[in-house]
């Protein structure tokens, strides 16, 4: 399936915004995505709607997104919701009578999946920003089952794991690494389905949740989920290559030695010369980006309560608010010297100097990675 010209623009915009939006952005093992055939995307799901963009972006697939149905509220968000590709799923909580209209949200679906479309599902039902994969819910084994038993599983129906490990949920110009598992054939549990489907169910959901769980840090143990987490970031020798990382990181979890990473001995003088060289580049990326950092702020503080969107909103302001406030200020800049060249050159330096912004205050400011 094709997908439309405002989806389209949108996934190749939102894909240039993302990789100015994180520092560093691994992506591994593409190669695993099928270039054809119907697919079902299986992220693990910590940070809000930036699960699902990230996924896009990077991968050679166009998915349709399953989306609570909560925001699909007025006419104009389902035909713009509609145009982004995206399907309301019902739960609980939005009462017996609309969790029954997931019966034509599966229709929809598998009529996708018929056409060799893709569907992206967060199989563990919500958002959580704690590194650890949750029991995945039965909706995504019952689509597949759905899907292959009445052809006899000859549809060639797969799903491929993606594992999105972030450094830092929140922050601008953090790490992401996008892994990618090895495909799962739904036609390998016929025989279980055929004999007992509850079984294959079951078996399904374990081995993609088995796959999902070893392509990110997984900690189980949840009480002390922040203390181990905490340890792992701060552990002597960890790699700047972010797959390095995963593994060394899952190494570590393994043996579980909850030890602080030892302070080397900073070059002040170095740092000194990188602080006073770079403080003219932040103080005017920080000028010239504050009416944007003052609005996503305001929204934040206003209307978002769940701080899993935190992530999501910045990314949003970025990439619809940062371009309608860069052509205003370029337009004065334009009025006050009449010069288009210094005008475009004015507007260029805006994006770039953001992030030379934000790397800087994390990195001299708050001396962090």
Not at 68 to 83: D, E, I, Q
């Amino acid at each position: 399936m094709k997908p439309g010209l405002f989806y389209y623009l949108l996934e190749r915009y939102a894909y240039l915004a993302t990789l100015l939006y994180f520092r560093r952005l691994k992506i591994n093992n593409l190669k695993h995505v099928p270039k054809d055939g119907p697919l079902i995307f299986v992220p693990n799901h910590q940070n809000a709607f930036m699960d699902a963009i990230v996924t896009t972006v990077v991968s050679p697939r166009n998915p349709w997104f399953l989306t609570r149905a909560s925001v699909f509220g007025s006419a104009t968000a389902r035909y713009w919701l509609n145009l982004m590709q995206m399907i309301p799923i019902y739960r609980f909580r939005d009462g017996l009578q609309n969790v029954k209209k997931n019966d034509e949200t599966m229709e929809i679906s598998l009529k996708i999946l018929s056409e060799d479309g893709t569907i992206l599902i967060f199989a563990e039902g919500n958002h959580d920003y704690r590194w650890s994969l949750r029991p995945l819910q039965k909706g995504l084994a019952r689509m597949a089952f759905a899907f292959e038993s009445p052809s006899g599983f000859s549809n060639g129906l797969r799903i491929v794991p993606v594992g999105l490990q972030y450094e830092n949920h929140n922050q601008f110009r953090s790490d992401l690494l996008i892994n990618f598992g090895e495909p799962i054939h739904v036609a390998d549990y016929k025989e279980i389905y055929q004999s007992d489907p509850i079984k294959a169910t079951t078996a399904l959901l374990n081995d993609v949740c088995q796959n999902l769980g070893s392509l990110i840090i997984n900690i189980s143990d949840i009480e002390r989920h922040d203390k181990i987490k905490s340890a792992i970031k701060s552990r002597v020798g960890r790699e700047n290559d972010l797959l390095k990382r995963l593994q060394g990181d899952k190494l570590f979890l393994q043996g579980e030695k909850l030890i602080v990473k030892k302070t080397k001995k900073a070059n002040l003088l170095l740092n000194l010369l990188l602080a006073i060289a770079g403080f003219p580049v932040f103080v005017y990326g920080a000028v010239n980006n504050l009416i944007i950092y003052l609005i996503i702020k305001y929204i934040m503080n206003k209307f978002i309560k769940d701080a899993h969107w935190t992530s999501s909103i910045k990314f949003a302001g970025m990439i619809l608010i940062s371009p309608i406030i860069y052509v205003l200020q370029t337009m004065l800049i334009w009025l006050f010297f009449h010069n288009w060249i210094i005008a475009v050159v004015y507007l260029i330096s805006l994006p770039v100097s953001a992030v030379l912004a934000a790397d800087y205050f994390h990195k001299i400011l708050k001396n962090k990675e």
